[in-house]
């Protein structure tokens, strides 16, 4: 049998269809670990991501042998998917993936309504301490940023989070929150006690004044320099100049208003 041809039009197929209904997977036409990250990305079910990878398993083994890298890779893949308890063909592997997002979609997901204790969040806290977060890269940000183009939130979704925020209080804590606090740091000896700030300490701290300064520029050209922004948008309340906005633009080169240019520098008064 001719492996690669089968493949080849199992991709083609997935290529020229709508995305079907239900559950289904993303699959890399050419393997990541073996051709590295590319675009040729296809939409395919359970069942057909199955079969593809045991075919390239297949074409692997057939084209480059058992002990090169590339058909172990695929080895590895196919294993990976066949070899899950019960699961040892398409069929079965196709009905545990639905069974599995469907016995674990919204309420009937495991952590539904519940939330992590304090010493969960701890834990986990610490266990991603010292570990290194791979930065996204301009080209992953952009991908992200044009699959989520035109999408917009449901309307039954806006109302839930809408009645969930009804009556509450947000950027203050609860009192139930307060007592919490309260009472944790009841007893607590401070780390200050018996101690006292020199005269030099108390100067700088009584003079130190950590602001910005401003350079702003306008669509004409004219260029203005100010300590205070909200005050200068407020002064030039006849441009509808929004604080907000005027905020966004500094030493951000990537937006855009009103053709206004805004940089900040830091000022520390008593350095």
Known sequence: MNYLKVYCNLIRKA?????????????HTFPVSIFGKNNRIVVLTAKEHYIA????????????????KRTFKMKFAYNMMSNVGEYKNSV?????????F???AGENHPMYGKSHSEESRRKMSKAQKGKKKIPRSKEHIEKL????????????VRNKIKKSMLGKNVGSKSKETRDKISKSKKGCVSAFKGKYHTEETKNKLKNLKIKYEYTIISPFGVEYKTNNLKKFCKEYSKQYLSYPNMSKL???????YKMWKVQRTLVLDFL
């Open 53 to 68: 990878h045991a075919l390239l398993e297949k074409i692997c083994n057939k084209r480059y042998g058992l002990k090169d």
């Open 15 to 27: 290529e020229n269809r709508t995305p079907p209904e239900g559950y289904t997977e993303k699959h």
């Open 92 to 100: 079965l592997y196709e009905y545990f993936k639905k069974r599995f």
């Open 102 to 104: 469907m016995n674990n």
């Open 250 to 256: 500094c030493n951000n080169s990537g937006y855009n």
């Open 145 to 156: 940023r044009q699959a989520n183009i035109g999408k917009k939130v449901p309307e039954e």
